[in-house]
């Protein structure tokens, strides 16, 4: 009897503990959320500052963030420049919420989330002064994966008999975060990892900010051959 309750007690206290714990990440979430969407608005007002003076393609040009995305975009919904991807190549925008939100009102606001990569794209757009709109976008990793992160490849190993494939550049968007990610990956079991490569990313028409130099990729990859040598090793 004793030993139930005491059993009882110890669940008990481990279940106040892990809801505690997802309370305040919860809490921390939403709070980094908003002082990132703060930071959005501040850097497109900036950029539009910047583009009303004149400055227009030659001001996006001289950008170089991999933190965030500018678009420009014609009243028609025609893109003119983009700071990660040829705007030839992109497709019409004149559909999208915050354009249309932006052309009417001068100012416009949207998220979109992918089930995917598990990540959320938030956008905001203003209308400049010849009629053109000026579009900022930043993608964030979604609560669950901050909560699961490696974790969720033992999870998965449970649940299906199929290849685990991680996708560490694509997940981050950022190049420093594709090593320690493809690290964890190898550790906690995944079969596989694809990884964008570039032999110059600054000037790549699309991915740009997560590929590696083909210098990198070799260094990473004999750190995972090691890593999963002694991974086995472990689990012999």
């Known amino acids: 009897m004793t030993k139930r309750i005491f059993r009882s007690m110890i669940v008990t206290a481990g279940a106040v503990l892990l809801a505690t714990l997802v309370i305040i990440m919860g809490c921390l979430y939403e709070y980094f959320c908003g002082v990132q969407e703060q930071q959005l608005k501040d850097e497109l ?18 950008l170089n963030s ?13 893109v003119l420049y983009d700071t990660r991807t040829d705007a030839e190549t992109m497709e019409n925008h004149a559909q999208r919420q915050e354009i249309q939100q932006a052309l009417l009102a001068g100012q416009g606001e949207s998220s979109r989330y992918s089930s995917t990569l598990l990540e959320k794209t938030l956008y905001q757009a203003q209308r400049l002064e010849d009629g053109s709109v000026l579009r900022i976008s930043i993608s964030r990793a979604t609560a669950g994966v901050l909560v699961l992160g490696p974790r969720v490849i033992p999870v998965l190993r449970k649940l299906t008999h199929l290849p ?3 996708d560490p550049s694509h997940a981050t968007g950022k190049s420093w975060l594709v090593d320690p990610l493809a690290m964890g990956a190898v550790a906690t079991g995944c079969d596989g990892l694809l990884i964008e490569v570039h032999n110059d990313p600054a000037h790549a028409l699309c991915d740009g900010p997560q590929s590696l130099k083909p210098e990198q990729f070799d260094a990473l990859a004999k750190k995972l051959l090691r890593l999963k040598e002694f991974v086995k090793t472990i689990e012999e």
Do not use: P
């Open 45 to 62: 007002s900036l950029a539009a500052a910047a583009m009303q003076q004149g400055e227009g393609e030659t001001y996006l040009q001289s």
């Open 66 to 78: 991999d933190r965030y995305r500018l678009t420009w975009v014609a009243a028609d919904g025609t």
């Open 164 to 166: 685990i494939i991680v």
